[in-house]
């Protein structure tokens, strides 16, 4: 059986480690959990992980965030993998820090990484995993947040809220999209748990 795990970002060293690159970041967690390093490929640096007799596709786009689906839709292709084997890791502004949603569709929520992949596979029937990075900016500030680099006091926590979602990816191949949504969602934020 075979997945494709897609994390969203941008690819260059000033976009690395910025709250829109979180995708790219619980991928790249999962990719040294299991010990594949991806390399280039066509529309995406890509690896091929195993874990407990499932195949994971693991790609990164180079296409940057707004064209993220020509890396999905060629991939999919590449691979012969159904759309309800695939799943996004994306961040989203509307949860707070450290929030994990994960859904089986949805619409793109105006992330136009999210909107390019619907555009071109023709539906949002596949599963997306919004990771919650916040919503502290000005208004009309928007761009400049996502593209910031996490702040000080969240930068301790996110090695927990990686290793999260990466348990997240691996129950997904395992376990199913629906024990994933249930073990995994949560809509609080890492320094809200408990309140």
């Not at 910025?18 to 991806?38: A, K």
């Not at 390019?116 to 990075?133: C, K, T």
Request: one cysteine or more.
């Amino acid at each position: 059986m075979k997945y494709l795990i897609t994390g969203l970002g941008n690819i260059g060293e000033e976009y690395r480690n910025t709250r829109h690159n979180i995708g790219f970041m619980v991928l790249e967690r999962l990719m040294d959990r299991l010990g594949v390093f991806p390399e280039s490929d066509r529309y995406a640096t890509s690896a091929v992980a195993k874990f407990r007799g499932k195949q994971l596709i693991c790609i990164l786009p180079t296409t940057y965030m707004n064209l993220s689906g020509k890396a999905v839709r060629f991939h999919l292709d590449k691979h012969k993998i159904p759309p309800e084997n695939l799943l996004v890791i994306t961040d989203d502004i509307a949860l707070p820090f450290g929030a994990v949603r994960i859904r089986p569709k949805g619409s793109d929520g105006g992330h136009n990484g999210l909107k390019s992949i619907q555009e071109l596979l023709g539906n949002d029937n596949w599963a997306r995993m919004r990771v919650g990075v916040g919503n502290d900016f000005p208004k009309g500030r928007q761009a400049d947040f996502v593209l910031s680099p996490f702040p000080a006091e969240e930068q301790p926590l996110i090695p927990e809220l990686l290793d999260t979602c990466a348990d997240a990816i691996q129950s997904f191949a395992v376990a199913g999209l629906q024990q994933t949504m249930n073990t995994f969602n949560r809509n609080k934020g890492i320094g809200e748990i408990g309140k």
